[in-house]
């Protein structure tokens, strides 16, 4: 079966332009999370659904993300405008029945903004 | 709040030691969950174990073991006789019950990465 699947691996852009970065859930699971890893932060969760519908979103750092799941088989993560400090490493996870269960994580998308 | 501390923050050994990851967790529920994942070299997270509150029993599995005390809060993570692929930074997380409000959300602990030498 395959896994949680990110686009892309790595995305190289310049302030001030949009980012979007794609999910595509394993088939089955109700739950999608996206986290961001960084140095300084380490994980943090930004933003979980529940069947598509979000059900916590306190984790968005501001007005310039934004997450949506218009169906359950991909979710997107857009960022807009996009700064230097949203460099870092952005997962996706999906699992079965929530957070309390295993989390299988995406291989992750590397961001840069210059 | 939920709270996970992974008080070291590097370890390095030398192939074939032993050697343990501390956890330490803070959390205002009675019903909450514990995990470790493991992220290799190559960026993904990999999870290696799940438990839940209500059960205390030590887990091993290979060269892997697992030490839960809840009178001190801490969930311990031992490797047996390492390995230059035990190389990775690991993480220890926490969620509470899915009920609870905030429930569902795994909270990390800022990780350890550990070092396996020849």
């Known amino acids: 079966d395959a896994g949680v699947i990110q686009s892309p691996r790595h995305e190289v852009t310049e302030m001030g332009q949009e980012v979007t970065l794609r999910c595509k859930p394993i088939?089955?699971?109700?739950?999608l999370f996206w986290y961001r890893q960084t140095m300084m932060r380490g994980l943090e969760l930004l933003i979980y659904f529940n069947n598509n519908v979000p059900i916590d979103d306190s984790g968005m750092p501001e007005d310039r993300f934004s997450a949506k799941m218009p169906n359950a088989s991909f979710s997107t993560l857009k960022i807009q405008p996009s700064e230097p400090r949203d460099s870092a490493v952005y997962f996706c996870a999906s699992s079965p029945s929530g957070g309390n269960e295993k989390l299988f994580f995406g291989s992750g998308t590397q961001l840069s903004v210059l | 709040a939920q709270k996970v501390t992974q008080a070291q923050t590097e370890i390095s050994v030398v192939e074939k030691e032993d050697v343990t990851l501390d956890c330490v967790y803070e959390?205002?529920?009675?019903?909450?969950?514990l995990f470790w994942y493991k992220q290799p070299p190559s960026g993904e997270l990999v999870f290696l174990i799940r438990?839940?509150?209500?059960?205390?029993q030590n887990e091993i599995s290979g060269r892997y073991s697992w030490n839960f005390q809840k009178s001190t809060s801490s969930f311990n993570f031992t490797i047996t006789a390492s390995q230059v692929v035990d190389s990775a930074v690991y993480f220890c997380?926490?969620?509470?019950?899915?009920?609870?409000?905030?429930?569902?959300?795994?909270?990390f602990g800022t990780g350890t990465q550990l070092k396996v030498e020849l």
């Open positions: 959390t205002r529920d009675t019903t909450y969950y």
């Open positions: 088939s089955g699971h109700d739950y």
């Open positions: 997380a926490l969620s509470e019950a899915a009920w609870r409000r905030g429930g569902n959300k795994l909270t």
């Open positions: 438990r839940n509150s209500f059960d205390e």
